[in-house]
């Protein structure tokens, strides 16, 4: 089973290592950096690895959660800019931005309640909306992840340079672009490893700005009510000037420029796999603890930059500003402690932004590997490496997001909006599908109208943020990410049509070939067993279906009984579809089985002497390599055959789409001196 076997599509994971039948005995310099650098591969067989690497509700906080916690260092300071002037209707912003976050958590712990395999967005507009919804949510999540990776460790850098001279902010571009090449290794490492990591980041920054926060707050508790009446007097001063409109308005777009503020709110139903059982309260937990820290701290901010005064000021974060209004002036024993903690603070601050990429890290590539499932991305980014990371996937967030800073040279402000446009949009859709959800099961459910008006309310209030920004910043850099998005859309489309195409083709074999009997007669003695100084055909399939059939009769055809021997040979591929559990496993083990005894009764059938040979295994050609290797110690006279897809007029895109594998299988078997022959298999499109 080479990749992918459900349809038949021959696919293989990229970065080949080894040669030959035998693993080396001593591990080589490259081989030594590389473990060392990314850690030993992960042993499958072991029925702990999935609990091993399964996250607890903690862990689960800070790998998705940072993202929505550190959005407070860039959220509520893009929104309070937006009511200069008004600085009043801080206190209101701050009322609506906690009702928001309560209410998206609660509204996505449904979506875990009803989605529990995860997939999030992409799945919930796919299932309750259509594959069209379904790939407009995929292709905005994959480019709000990439912006999620970008934004993260441009805002990390911005407020770590806050508290130094301006002249060190023309080392920003390089700093980020050395933030996402480290975090790019430590994800290839594995999800749970680049966590453990980076947790001390995520405590110091919970310490600190709970510091801040409650300081901030309890210190101006005696000025509350001149505070209230002051914001009074200025709200009607302004009702009497600009009148209702224009003061809603001018709120609504401070409330939408803040939208970065609930961006991560979504990554736990996308993430919901990598959770410890049972996952969906652990899911619930994680949400809970996101919604909680993230309604404390956005509404905590803004309150402090009303009670503190807090205002712009160049090369400065309005975090910044406030802290050294809070802690500047703090002595203790002739020791400026005030600073210390500005810089800790800061420093904490732009760390969990780094920490916050790692939404886009772990999510990003799943999204990709569940649009790759369902053929609407192509099929590597659904394989899995040595260490079960998606790191195809893993790498072309690493490269998205590096272009990106490079065309927007970090510009924070610029993929604030570029960010915010695309969370929205998949954050209507996802609510969208859970109004219609609610509405179609309202039979069934009793209290279906609550969770109606909640999902309902939440997509209002979704839509209005995201045409608000997509108006209010179209000319500078809206029009850019709606670009983006159509693009990824329609290539996903024509990525979908092309593999239906070759699905439609390999479908007709099936029709034709796969009528030929394939159980042995009833009455057939026990067969007799292949002597090793015979020739033997040794057959590579993916599945059991008109593929494999088509090559075993080409072999026949151009060896007329020349072969009286026939070793059919599988790699069940575990890709991220399979990686869900031991349970998972054992599925695809049994599956693989019963497809390769298939072939052995339809070759035993032709009177052939037959049987099948198997590995798991996350990269296909390693485990092909050895396994053929096996083969050929035991039956010296075997000489290999692998099927490969060949187009009618093979276009650029295809090595894209269709992984050579029997190419790289061939060059390393006959490396090994293994006799390799490749069969075509004609596809007319």
């Known amino acids: 089973m080479l990749g992918r076997s459900e349809n038949g599509l021959i696919d293989l994971p990229e970065e080949p290592s080894g040669f030959g039948g035998e693993a080396p005995k001593k591990e080589g310099f490259l081989s030594a950096l590389k473990s060392l650098v990314f850690g030993k591969p992960r042993n ?11 996250l607890v509700a903690f862990l689960a906080w800070v790998g998705l959660g940072a993202d929505g916690l550190s959005s407070s260092s860039y959220g509520p300071d893009e929104a309070f800019r937006a009511i200069i002037g008004h600085e009043y209707l801080a206190v209101f912003l ?65 407020a770590i340079l806050s508290f130094m001279p301006l002249s060190a902010h023309a080392y920003r571009l390089p700093l980020e672009l050395g933030a996402l090449f480290l975090l790019l290794i430590l994800n290839l490492r594995g999800v749970k490893e680049s966590i453990k990591v980076l947790l001390p980041i995520f405590l110091v920054f919970l310490a600190t700005h709970l510091l801040l926060i409650t300081y901030g707050i309890f210190a101006h508790a005696g000025r509350l009510p001149e505070i209230a009446s002051d914001a009074h007097a200025r709200l009607t001063a302004d009702l009497g000037t600009l009148g209702w409109w224009a003061l809603l308005l001018i709120f609504l777009k401070a409330y939408s420029l803040g939208g970065g503020t609930y961006t991560g709110i979504e990554a736990v139903s996308n993430g919901i796999q990598i ?52 802690f500047g002036s703090w002595q203790m024993g002739g020791w400026h402690i005030g600073l210390w903690l500005v810089v800790v603070t800061l420093v904490s601050e732009g760390a969990l932004l780094f920490v916050a990429a790692q939404a886009g ?20 980014f659904a394989n899995l490496s040595e260490r079960l990371v998606a790191r195809n996937g893993i790498v072309l967030m690493a490269v998205a997001a ?8 970090g510009q924070v402000f610029m993929l604030v909006v570029l960010y915010s446009i695309n969370v929205f949009l998949t954050f209507s859709l996802t609510q969208l599908g859970m109004s219609r959800f609610w509405v179609r099961e309202r039979r069934s459910k009793p209290g279906w109208w609550k ?28 029009w850019l990410t709606l670009l983006i998005t159509a693009s990824l859309i329609t290539a996903c489309l024509l990525i979908k049509r092309h593999y239906e195409g070759v699905r439609a083709q390999i479908k007709q074999l099936d029709t034709i070939l796969t009528q030929i009997p394939s159980s042995a007669p009833a009455a057939a003695a026990e067969p007799e067993p292949i002597a090793q100084g015979q020739p033997v055909a040794a057959l590579l399939v993916s599945g059991y279906g008109g593929l494999g059939i088509h090559s075993l009769l080409n072999i026949m055809r151009l060896f007329p009984g020349y072969y009286k021997n026939v070793i059919f040979l599988s790699v069940g591929a575990v890709d991220s579809g399979a ?29 052939l002497k037959a049987q099948f040979r198997y590995r798991i295994g996350t990269d296909v050609l390693q485990e092909a390599d050895s396994l053929c290797g096996e083969v050929g110690r035991d039956f010296p006279k075997a000489v290999f055959f692998l099927g490969k897809l060949v187009f009618a007029q093979e276009k650029f895109y295809y090595r894209l ?7 790289a299988i061939q060059k390393r078997l006959q490396f090994s001196g293994l006799m390799t022959v490749i069969l075509p298999i004609r596809m007319r499109i």
């Open 94 to 158: 701050a009322l609506l931005t906690a009702i928001t976050v309560l209410m998206l958590s609660i509204s996505y712990s449904h979506v875990v309640e009803h989605f529990p395999s995860g997939g999030g967005g992409y799945l919930v507009a796919t299932k309750l909306l259509g594959p069209t919804a379904g790939v407009v949510s995929g292709s905005a999540l994959v480019v709000d992840y990439v912006l999620t990776i970008t934004v993260s460790i441009c805002s990390g850098v911005e």
């Open 361 to 380: 890290f772990i999510d990003g590539p799943r999204v990709l590997a569940n649009m790759a499932m369902d053929s609407f991305a192509p099929h590597r």
């Open 657 to 663: 789409l269709h992984n050579d594998t029997a190419f």
């Open 402 to 409: 590096a272009l990106v800073m490079l065309y927007t040279r």
């Open 275 to 326: 959770l410890k059982e049972p996952r969906v309260a652990t899911a619930k937990r994680t949400m809970a603890y996101m919604a909680g820290s993230l309604i404390f701290t956005a509404a905590g901010i803004l309150a402090c930059y009303l009670l503190w005064k807090a205002a712009p000021q160049e090369g400065k974060t309005m975090n910044a500003v406030l802290l050294e209004r809070v």
């Open 451 to 478: 969770n109606l008006a909640l999902h309902g309310a939440t997509f209002l209030l979704c839509a209005v943020i995201l045409v608000v920004t997509t108006l209010e910043k179209f000319e500078e850099g809206g």
């Open 44 to 54: 499958l067989k072991d029925p702990q690895v999935f609990h091993k690497l399964a």
């Open 579 to 607: 990686f869900k559990g031991h349970d998972e496993l054992k599925r695809l083990e049994k599956s693989t089985e019963e497809n390769l005894q298939r072939y052995v009764d339809l070759a035993r059938n032709m009177g």
